[in-house]
């Protein structure tokens, strides 16, 4: 048989080792079948979104019970999103755990960075433009913390919000950051990761003098294993979405105290966690920051994996960069955990 | 990578389609309602198509449900289709009341429009209690004299004619008495702007205009089956004496441990049940309906604040029957756009005609359901079920009653029921 476009994609070749599932855990390839289950499922919702205050939530609600099968398009995209965040994060902890940041793929290792603050960006522009009173809290919060930034806090809300306050201006705002600007720069961003990670050799292995094995496997085998992958995901994706709808709530009515019950998406249930101690630019923009800051300095400023530790899991030469990694997402899950609690 | 594993994951996403396409089947298919008040489409008949229509004069063609209700008209999730429905189950909830049902061309227009009906019930003493809790402030030394000068809520009617312009919200918890403080916590549950004593089944309705305008039957009122509380979506002029009879229940109240015991039977015997042993009373008060005497404006109020039941009502056995001297008012119905055949039409129990001549009150309140006969008697028809009684005047009676005392414990003295 010969090899098709999507095989093409692929290398004829790659070492056995960098295709196993329990070394990548497949999150790469899942992370970028899910952008493109996004993309496909979000150009859908397009048809039937309409971004202005009075409108969304209807849109919403009329895309989610009236249109067929538009209620699954839509759970698909959501859950999608969810699982993308996940994925994402269990990627780059993949990364960090088994030492494959390490030069030549210190660069790649900071596109990958920038894609996961694109995920979570586009993950909340997109809750923001239900604009129900679900998301109301989060988009008050999540904008006023902007504002708590010095010097430039009140022009970059400007540029943001679009007014004083979330408006009509703000829902075309983020709604022309989600579908153009954030997937824009997100799509030319995976394409630079994917194009780097051929030219860095592919997923990290040692040196081929160091290998244990030598085994390879053709782009055939490679592109079934995908599919497998891939299947398998949608499966989860469906039942998911079947069973699960994404949330929805009444249209935002300003006669509407804003819900004190109200929560983050929990991706940022942490950072609302950590506002409760008090200066809002302090815990919800430095520190978020600061987290960003360190996990993206791990390739430059921790001690090097050796290469002969490339490939396994835990490397020895690597254990101060996963303590930190670790420990810091520790914090974040247990500000989570706590979020959720409402003792705390 | 074994090629069962493929064929494996690939029956596994067949499976899982079969499963989304089937949940897809199984959704209710949506039941689009334009009404054409709104022009704008809701889909509540999708689940709500067993509702009986409300009442005529709301056909749901022209309604729909949002209009009154609230709610999210295009959510065919029940929580989320629900979540902003106005009052609850019952938008008439004097908190929502204005929402659901006002506006000037429906339930706050002019009084001359004879639309003013919001502000004529929120300002009764059925929604403000002025007069009860006057009486028991006054019981128990929390105020000097008898003047109503709190209610339930803060209101304010600059214009109001009885010599009462204002309440302040009655707050038990800065009253004096540990009686009236009691009073505050326990007795607030009956009047039109309360919080009912008890949720769920019949009680959601216990409030704002369907406490009286959409009747329940019969007995069960702990009832929290939403079966049964559906089956009361009705609103109606037509109302019997039981609906009455749930907050004026002839229960006892008790001073000493500021308590009311409610009667918990609705007397099937009105005769032999219904009034207490001592009380005097003659045929009308059984035989006809509560809402057959008692006016609009007795019931409702007259948009002026009250502070006892006596201010506002007003009707006497010769608001009818006339004395000695004089026979009841009358008018010859000359106007097609009279009111008395908007209120004819909304509950059919008299073919009111042009020409005919009906009853009216010393106030102008037109009794449409009584009209005068060419033999001098005259017919009255009961507004609940329709039920035609013929009466004399006094004038031309043996009656020896003295024009001047007209109050029914005076009638009473002759005419009065033995059980």
């Known amino acids: ?103 030549p793929r210190r660069f790649n290792y900071l596109l990958g960075m920038g894609l996961l603050v694109l995920v979570i960006l586009l993950d909340f522009t997109g809750y923001v433009l239900r604009w129900d009173e679900g998301i109301r809290w989060a ?44 997937t824009l720069m997100a799509g030319i961003l995976l394409g630079w990761h ?12 040692p040196p081929p003098a160091l290998r244990p094995d030598h085994t390879r496997i053709t782009r055939f085998e490679l592109v079934r294993r995908e599919i497998f992958a891939m299947l398998l995901a949608t499966v989860i994706l469906l039942l998911l979405s079947t069973f699960a709808s994404a949330p929805l709530a009444a249209p935002i009515s300003a006669a509407n105290p804003v819900s004190e019950s109200a929560r983050a998406p929990w991706f940022f249930l942490w950072v609302q966690q950590m506002l409760k101690l008090g200066s809002p630019f302090l815990w919800g923009v430095v520190v978020p920051l600061a987290v960003l800051v360190i996990y993206s300095l791990i390739p430059y400023i921790f001690p090097k994996p050796i290469k002969a530790d490339l490939g396994r899991w835990f490397p020895k030469s690597s254990r101060f960069a996963q303590g930190v990694a670790l420990c810091i997402l520790l914090a974040i899950f247990t500000l989570t955990i706590m979020a959720l609690l409402p003792s705390y | 990578m074994r090629r069962h594993y493929l064929l494996f994951a690939s029956l596994s996403l067949l499976l899982s389609l079969l499963v989304t396409a089937w949940q897809e089947e199984r959704r209710a298919k949506p039941v689009a309602l334009t009404p054409t008040l709104t022009g704008r ?65 429906c339930h706050s227009g002019t009084a001359e429009s004879n639309r003013n009906h919001i502000q004529r019930a929120t300002t009764s003493i059925q929604a403000t209690y002025a007069g009860a809790i006057a009486h028991i402030r006054y019981a128990f030394s929390d105020q000097l004299d008898q003047k109503a000068k709190m209610g339930i809520f803060a209101i304010q009617v600059p214009w109001s004619t009885s010599g009462i312009t204002e309440l302040a919200a009655f707050d038990p918890t800065m009253e004096k008495s540990p009686f009236v403080q009691a009073f505050g916590q326990k007795c607030l549950t009956c009047h039109l702007s309360a919080q009912p004593a008890q949720t769920g089944g019949r009680y959601d309705h216990f409030t ?43 229960g006892n109240y008790d001073l000493r441990s500021i308590t009311f015991q409610p009667r918990t039977d609705l007397p099937a015997d009105r005769l032999h049940d219904y009034y207490q042993p001592i009380a005097q009373f003659t045929i009308c008060e059984w035989k006809l309906e509560c809402v057959d005497c008692h006016t609009r404006t007795e019931a409702m109020g007259d948009g002026n604040l009250y502070g006892t039941k006596k201010e506002i009502q007003y009707i006497k056995c010769k608001t009818c029957h006339g004395t000695l001297t004089e026979l009841p008012r009358t008018r010859t119905l000359s106007d097609p756009n009279d009111l008395v055949f908007r209120m004819a039409d909304l509950n059919p129990v008299i073919d009111l005609k042009l020409g005919d001549t009906i ?61």
């Open chain 1, 1 to 103: 048989m010969p090899p098709s476009f999507f095989h093409h994609l692929h290398p004829p070749t790659i070492p056995a080792r960098q295709a196993r599932l329990g070394y990548t855990l497949a999150a790469g390839g899942l992370a970028v079948f899910l952008s493109l289950l996004l993309l496909v499922t979000g150009l859908l919702e397009m048809f039937y979104y309409i971004p202005s205050p009075d409108h969304a939530a209807a849109s919403i609600q009329t895309l989610t019970f009236l249109v067929p099968y538009g209620g699954l398009v839509r759970n698909l995209h959501y859950w999608s999103a969810q699982l993308l965040v996940v994925v994402s994060i269990v990627h780059l902890l993949r990364v960090i755990l088994t030492g494959a940041y390490a030069s």
């Open chain 1, 139 to 182: 988009l008050v919060t999540g904008t006023n913390l902007v504002k708590s930034i010095p010097l430039v806090g009140n022009v970059l809300y400007a540029i943001l919000v679009g007014g004083s306050l979330p408006g009509a201006a703000t829902l075309i705002r983020f709604y022309g950051w989600h579908i153009f600007g954030l």
């Open chain 1, 194 to 205: 994917i194009f780097r990670l051929r030219r860095d050799g592919g997923i990290a292995l």
């Open chain 2, 41 to 105: 489409v809701e889909y509540c008949l999708t689940c709500h198509s067993d509702l009986p229509q409300v009442s005529n004069s709301h056909p749901v063609k022209t309604f729909g449900c949002v209009l009154c209700h609230g709610g999210e008209p295009l959510a065919l999730d029940a929580n989320l289709a629900h979540s902003t429905m106005r009052g609850g189950k019952n938008p008439s909830d004097f908190s929502v009341v204005q929402a659901s049902c006002g506006g000037a061309d």
């Open chain 2, 208 to 250: 704002g205009c369907s406490a009286c305008h959409t009747p329940t039957q019969s007995a069960d009122l702990s009832s929290a089956d939403t079966k049964t509380a559906t089956q009361i979506h009705m609103l109606t002029t037509a109302i019997p004496y039981t609906q009455c009879d749930i907050c004026h229940n002839r």
């Open chain 2, 359 to 419: 009853l009216f009150t010393e106030k102008g309140e037109a009794l449409w359901n009584i009209r005068a006969l060419p033999d001098g008697t005259y017919e009255m028809f009961s507004k609940a079920n329709g039920g035609r009684f013929v009466f004399r005047p006094v004038k031309g009676s043996g009656c020896t009653q003295d024009p001047s005392k007209q109050d029914s414990g005076s009638c009473h003295l002759c005419h009065s029921v033995q059980r």
